[in-house]
């Protein structure tokens, strides 16, 4: 514990200290000064020459004090690299000097001394766990473990690394008082409020977004090297390729980083990673990287239409929105699990079926028996994690089995695991419930017998769905929407969409000239983690190409 708190709140040593000097700027302190307030947009980064700095999360009543630092400790976590606001305030409490350093020379330091870049990271990624784990953030989320609004605040909130304060309001007795102080009722679930003032009702992920100040301006008249669309493994592996070799990178995520593989519960065979890492912490450590270098990050804005007919490309941001120039582009939307067409089946989407096996949708099912839908590495792994918890897990899958579609060690894990169950030939037929799902019915297609269970979770993982209604009449897409591109594409449809270059279009390139397509929204795409990573670089070689031309 010892260990891991020095990491968290390290003491640099004189060298390190004269090394950030050369970055900022001495300031004399004085008792009671604040140095930064709760809700500052980007706030500075300083070390303590002399003197005492208390750091603490304010209360309506009292303030939460998290640490002190003295003389060579510094202050922040990964928002000072985000430009996000500060979570935090930051107190003199004994007189003294610090180093005072913007964002800007921040990252420059960062990025140009490993030494003093890797202390940095470390800690203020461990800090904003730390946050977390403590609920130290400007969120209090008032709602049930049966709504399904309420699943989808929670997962806004945690794929996104922002500390909250759930109160469950089935569960908690003394809520009445909170909810007549903000003048909420239960029929306003879920309920946000943000910052200890401001109440949102059943709120969409960009109002939380802006609430929260996740993002930052975007100039409209201002051209980006390249815009990264989607933060998958692919997206993000692009944007940290880009920022770090020198191009201005806006990535957009219309949900949270990560993508499908955000949703796994454990990635074991992804290179480097001997005993698996889940899909959300792969996906953070990215976007730590990303920021690191300085690409910017928009969340919770959808790419509503890419105009292509003329250069530099214009991408409209939401429905009605502004539009942003781009000198490349690089699609990495990926695909969605194709849904059962059953009936009822949006009635339970977050309040018995879901479409993701993480950390909170397992502690719904402690207990209670389980159904995966899929064949693939995704189903698998959903269905080993859930198995830890769940009393009973029934993986239905429409082959004979999963040998052609998974990778032989989940295979063996789930032939060898006693609480699951494999179900061949078999497809769900029926969701039946009042408010959650109460139960399903499934048939054996080989003898048409249909069996009906009280179970009340679903897990859907089958089949993909390129999100690329977006781009219909711009790019060339396969005969199921994927994206065609490089050697995939023929001769007539680059007449199609007038290629205007006497070169081919290169390995991951579009119809369209600088523009690119990675992971799973690409035609041909293999299902991969780690080949999704290495399309994100590739397109990155090729964008410096196009800006060359």
Not at 77 to 89: F, H, K
Not at 147 to 167: D, K
Request: aromatic residues 6%; neutral net charge.
């Amino acid at each position: 514990m010892a260990d891991n708190n020095e990491r968290t709140y390290p003491r640099l040593t004189q060298a390190q200290v004269a090394r950030v000097t050369a970055h900022g700027r001495v300031r004399v302190t004085s008792a009671g000064e604040f140095l930064i307030r709760a809700g500052d947009r980007a706030p500075q980064f300083f070390v303590v020459l002399s003197g005492r700095v208390e750091i603490a999360r304010p209360g309506a009543s009292e303030d939460t004090v998290i640490v002190s630092y003295e003389a060579g400790q510094f202050n922040g976590e990964m928002n000072l690299l985000t430009g996000r606001r500060s979570l935090v305030q930051a107190r003199v409490s004994e007189a003294g000097e610090v180093i005072e350093l913007d964002r800007e020379h921040l990252l420059e330091l960062v990025q140009r001394d490993a030494e003093i870049g890797e202390i940095l990271m470390r800690a203020f990624i461990l800090r904003r766990v730390e946050l977390i784990a403590r609920g130290l953030g400007e969120v209090v989320l008032l709602g049930s473990l049966y709504c399904a609004g309420t699943l989808r605040v929670r997962e806004f909130l945690g794929r996104n690394g922002q500390p909250y304060s759930f109160v469950d309001l089935d569960r908690d007795g003394d809520v009445q008082q909170l909810l007549d102080r903000f003048h909420v009722t239960h029929a306003d679930v879920p309920v946000v409020i943000c910052r200890g003032e401001l109440v949102l009702r059943n709120p969409t992920d960009a109002q939380i977004a802006e609430c929260l100040g996740l993002n930052q301006q975007v100039a409209s008249d201002q051209r980006r090297d390249v815009i990264v669309v989607g933060a998958g493994p692919a997206g993000l592996s692009a944007a940290v390729y880009a920022a770090s070799e020198g191009l201005d990178a806006l990535l957009i995520e219309r949900r949270a980083p990560g993508g499908q593989a955000g949703s796994s519960s454990r990635i074991e065979n992804y290179l480097g990673f001997p005993t698996g890492i889940s899909g959300e912490a792969l996906a953070g450590r990215a976007l730590s990287q990303a920021s690191k270098f300085g690409a910017q990050l928009l969340i919770a804005r959808t790419a509503a239409r890419l105009d292509c007919s003329k250069r530099p490309y214009m991408l409209q941001l939401d429905e009605g929105g502004s539009a942003i120039q781009a000198s490349t582009v690089v699609i990495a939307t990926g695909a969605e699990y194709r849904k059962p067409p059953l009936e009822a089946l949006g009635r339970f989407e977050g309040v018995g079926v879901y479409y993701a096996a993480t950390f909170m949708e397992a502690q719904l099912c402690t207990g209670e028996e389980v159904i995966v839908i899929g064949g693939a590495n995704s189903a698998g792994q959903a269905a080993v994690f859930l198995a830890e918890r769940a009393r009973k897990v029934h993986i239905l899958v429409r082959g004979e089995g999963l040998a052609a579609t998974m990778s032989r060690y989940l295979v063996h894990r789930i032939e060898n695991h006693p609480t699951i169950e494999l179900h061949p030939c078999t497809e769900l037929v029926a969701v039946e419930g009042e408010t959650h799902l109460a139960s399903v019915r499934w048939r054996d297609t080989r003898s048409q017998k249909e069996e009906s269970r009280p179970i009340r979770h679903v897990f859907v993982m089958t089949g993909a769905t390129p999100a690329t209604r977006w781009l219909a009449g711009c790019l060339a897409l396969d005969a199921n929407g994927f994206i065609k591109t490089g050697p995939e594409l023929t001769r007539e449809e680059l007449d199609q969409a007038q290629w205007p270059l006497t070169r081919a279009p290169y390995l991951l390139e579009t119809s369209r000239p600088g523009v690119f397509a990675v992971g799973d929204v690409r035609a041909g795409n293999i299902k991969r983690v780690a080949s999704a990573v290495g399309e994100g670089s590739i397109a990155i070689s090729f964008v410096h190409r196009v800006l060359a031309e």
